[in-house]
T-cell receptor, first 115, second 110 residues
Framework: EAGVAQSPRYKIIEKRQSVAFWCNPISGHATLYWYQQILGQGPKLLIQFQNNGVVDDSQLPKDRFSAERLKGVDSTLKIQPAKLEDSAVYLC?????????????FGPGTRLTVL | DAKTTQPNSMESNEEEPVHLPCNHSTISGTDYIHWYRQLPSQGPEYVIHGLTSNVNNRMASLAIAEDRKSSTLILHRATLRDAAVYYC???????????FGSGTKLNVKP
């Protein structure tokens, strides 16, 4: 079974530029999550989708971050414009359902460096 | 939200048991206790979860205190591949309350 795919793996941009990350979850998984992991910290949930609807985006900085999940499968996370503090690893995860007991499967992440 | 206290780092010898402690004194009665781990340069992976009773799976065992204010993840025979950051997460139903914290970095010596 293929895992969660993310691209690109690495991205370097200058502040005020825009960037987009792509995630392809495990086939059949209804729930998709985007996390931000700053160096030395644990992952922080940014947004959760159930199929193509947003379940929770309370921790998403909506003035600069946006995310969509077209057709309930792939998802993109965009930052526009980027700030220095956005430097982090962006992790995508998926689970079959949305329940607490449902194991989350994580992708390898995209490491973003903002100069 | 229930927060956790874990040692910043621990060290173990290969093929010896490892006990990773976690304090979660503010856990609610309905929160499960989840453990995930993150290998270097990878995303986190699920290890185990439990509510009240001790739990075992192929990766580890989870011992939960009777008052549920603490738990211990037990790796029965540590291998070099077990070197990772281990996160203890008292989880609510909604994952916006799924607080990873900083975890415990486990170093396994050959």
């Amino acid at each position: 079974e293929a895992g969660v795919a993310q691209s690109p793996r690495y991205k370097i941009i200058e502040k005020r530029q825009s960037v987009a990350f792509w995630c392809n979850p495990i086939s059949g998984h209804a729930t998709l999550y985007w996390y931000q992991q700053i160096l030395g910290q644990g992952p922080k949930l940014l947004i959760q989708f159930q199929n193509n609807g947003v379940v929770d985006d309370s921790q998403l900085p909506k003035d600069r971050f946006s995310a969509e999940r077209l057709k309930g499968v792939d998802s993109t996370l965009k930052i526009q414009p980027a700030k220095l503090e956005d430097s982090a690893v962006y992790l995508c995860a998926s689970s079959y359902l949305a329940g607490e007991l449902d194991e989350q499967f994580f992708g390898p992440g995209t490491r973003l460096t903002v100069l | 939200d229930a927060k956790t206290t874990q040692p910043n780092s621990m060290e173990s010898n290969e093929e010896e048991p490892v006990h990773l402690p976690c304090n979660h004194s503010t856990i609610s009665g309905t929160d499960y206790i989840h453990w995930y781990r993150q290998l270097p340069s990878q995303g986190p992976e699920y290890v185990i979860h439990g509510l009240t009773s001790n739990v075992n799976n192929r990766m580890a065992s989870l011992a939960i205190a009777e008052d549920r204010k603490s738990s211990t993840l037990i790796l029965h025979r540590a291998t070099l591949r077990d070197a990772a950051v281990y996160y203890c997460i008292p989880g609510g139903y909604n994952f916006n309350k799924f607080y990873f914290g900083s975890g415990t970095k486990l170093n396994v010596k050959p």
